[in-house]
């Protein structure tokens, strides 16, 4: 709970990130991209999140399965 609370407050830090509360995809793109904060929430290193290599494998097929299960001509 506490990481947590830490991590909220680094990726809502204004210092680093141009109006941390809006929604802004493009921040992380471009000549000067804003820190990418998957390195401040999985870490990087030798101490980096064991169960994010899980995650970006299975993400995609969890995705995949959702998208398979929807009715997409509607009714």
């Not at 993400?59 to 399965?65: E, F, K, V």
Request: proline content about 9%; aromatic content about 12%; glycine content about 6%.
């Amino acid at each position: 709970m506490i990481f947590n609370l830490i991590n909220r407050q680094i990726l809502h830090d204004p210092d680093s990130y141009t109006n941390p509360l809006e929604f802004n995809p493009e921040r992380f793109l471009g000549d000067h991209p804003e820190p990418d904060p998957r390195a401040t929430v999985f870490g990087y290193g030798r101490r980096i999140c064991e169960c994010l290599r899980h995650l970006v494998t299975s993400h995609p097929s969890s995705l995949h399965a959702v998208f398979c299960g929807f009715d997409w001509e509607g009714r």
